[in-house]
DNA sequence: AAATGACATGACACCGGTGTCAGAATGGGG
DNA sequence: CCCCATTCTGACACCGGTGTCATGTCATTT
């Protein structure tokens, strides 16, 4: 036998027609249960898979999600943030579990995007995830909707946008954190990340901490935020400006465990105690949180679960049902890095 | 227009044949330029995309490579050994570059796996990534050679089979660490890892090492070698075991970054000082390593280039053309934790 | 014995492209 | 003016399945 098995194959084989093959292949009632189970057989002798370009082409539907990673540009780009490989992971497994397969892209920010995946009925949906600001990509993520493209994203809701945004509940874990620092009484905090609606994400972060100080008539100086992207290289060189400037705080909130990490670095180095003279808190709970030296407090994002709702509630676009719950609860883990 | 486009509505607007439709977006040279500009014209008006699944399907190829990814389990399963996520974005990388997409699905070392993406017509050929030994698999690799299947593994090569292996020069890599280690003159030393041919890299790796230890009339003592996989976690109990079996060293190769990180985390516990009391030594430099406290000293593994060998030669594979080198070589990167 | 229905199967159109082959239109050379 | 080469286009089969409709068989009903 040159080439793959075809149904006609098997057909020839059971000495039953194609029709009959196909449908025996996917278990129809309308089968007779003898006939079923030959073509079944012979189907696995051959090592006959049914071709999904052929299968997809008639029933046009894919059963495939793609899912596009927006990435702030770093310095070597191998590099992703963990975060978001934890997400992957969990994307994949979620996906695995419901049958879908996942296609995968890497976007750069700069580059115009292939959101084509479903116009090319390669993927019946997609999932957009990134950290924060989709602003720059609101035009194209209209014309999607307009297509009717089936896609969620990962992120802070947009409020002026009606589409679909799984995202953890962002403003509720800087509350967390804030209160945690004002337990420690270490309300003299520096933030480092980015403070503005340019980044959804880390302004709720930064809202929701800032607003819990508030309710303790406290507030973050505005000289202690210091701006930074999510990697543990900008993190340490903005925490090493605050440093440099002579600027003290006896406590750190970091955006994201990567910045968490630089700024930890950057304190280290210049002979800056954690916890004893600085506590620091990060966001996220990526896996090397817990192995960091000290280990980091941080505000948890259970991303298994994350990924979870962003397939199934893909699933129900996709099958136009209605959408499930779509935010995340988090939650606050103490380690050494505030004690 | 209900639906999307195809390319009989561009040939119904242009008022030419759907053959020519086809031939036009193709830019064959067989069309008239302006016959081509205005079937171009048309296509992007209607937002026309070739739909992948006929195309595929009639072309029998489908521009898609799998990658299948082996883990060793972990407690939480949403947590992916970063070396792979870096492997994973330079192949996302390397084959967006070359005008493939990419389908990845996770392994259940335990489950079936289900490498039918080329039997299926999913993929024209499979990246198998994973840390070390494929033996588990070799009957089922056997008959993906058998299939004519088209795949590459990462990992150390395996003498009797014939299949396609890249990988680091993992013994090469051995070898720059021992020397580092015996040029600071740390040559009581432990092992964190798994010294047999069960893991082959790390094997490699432990082989390299203690080669050239050897070359100096050194050895590594076989009480200091402690198994681990390759996770911080793994890496934790396994140096908390030798040091409370009260086993004294003044330096530690670890298998790999991860299991450095949990190796650096046991000695701090313990009150042992990195890099005064107990050197230490890792491999792979995951972007985490020098965000460490202290930053890691660690064996390169050039992953930008080692996604893009596996690519480029999984394509020459496809495409029955001669294989290119295979054999990424390491290189030492010196930080705090040895100095 | 004829009619009715359940059950099982085959024939065939169809999904949306690609590739081959035949043929039309044009132009230059003899 | 005819012939032939060149250039462009259309008709059509084909990729390998899926879904619909028609057909055939047999047991059951009246």
């Not at 080439?3 to 057909?11: H, N």
């Not at 819990?212 to 973050?220: A, D, R, S, T, V």
Request: charged share 25%.
């Amino acid at each position: 036998m040159k080439g793959k098995a075809t149904s006609f194959d098997i057909a020839h084989y059971a000495g039953v027609s194609q029709s009959t093959v196909s449908r025996a292949l996917r278990n129809s009632p309308l089968v007779n249960e003898e006939t079923r189970k030959k073509v079944h057989e012979i189907a696995k002798e051959l090592n006959y898979k049914v071709d999904k370009n052929a299968s997809n082409l008639r029933t046009q539907q894919s059963n495939t999600i793609a899912l596009l990673l927006f990435e702030d540009p770093t310095k070597d780009d191998s590099q992703i943030n963990p975060f978001f490989l934890a997400m992957l992971g969990s994307i994949t497994r979620a996906c695995a579990n419901v049958g879908y397969d996942l296609l995968i892209s890497f976007q750069q920010s700069s580059k115009d995007w292939h959101a084509d995946y479903e116009d090319s009925h390669r993927a019946d949906g997609i999932i957009l995830l990134g950290y924060g600001d989709f602003i720059d990509y609101q035009e194209k993520l209209d014309k999607l909707m307009v297509q009717g493209t089936k896609f969620v994203c990962w992120g802070a809701k947009v409020e002026q946008s009606p589409r679909l945004s799984i995202s953890c509940d962002n403003y509720h874990g800087g509350q967390l954190a804030a209160e945690h620092l004002i337990n420690l009484k270490r309300t003299n905090c520096a933030f480092i990340g980015d403070a503005s609606e340019h980044s959804p994400e880390f302004f709720a972060r930064f809202n929701g901490f800032n607003d819990e100080f508030k309710k303790h008539g406290l507030e973050i100086d505005s000289r202690k935020i210091a701006n930074a992207i999510s990697t543990d290289d900008s993190g340490f060189h903005a925490t090493k400006s605050l440093i440099s400037n002579n600027i003290k705080f006896d406590a750190l909130f970091a955006a994201s465990d990567l910045i968490a990490i630089g700024a930890i670095s950057a304190l280290t180095q210049a002979g800056i105690k954690v916890p004893e003279d600085v506590a620091v808190i990060g966001f996220d709970d990526i896996p090397i949180a817990s192995f960091t030296t000290p280990p980091l407090t941080t505000v948890h994002q259970n991303t298994s679960k994350a990924g979870e709702m962003l397939v199934t509630n893909l699933l129900r676009l996709i099958h136009e049902q209605d959408i499930e719950e779509n935010l995340l609860i988090p939650e606050l883990i103490i380690r050494a890095s505030t004690r």
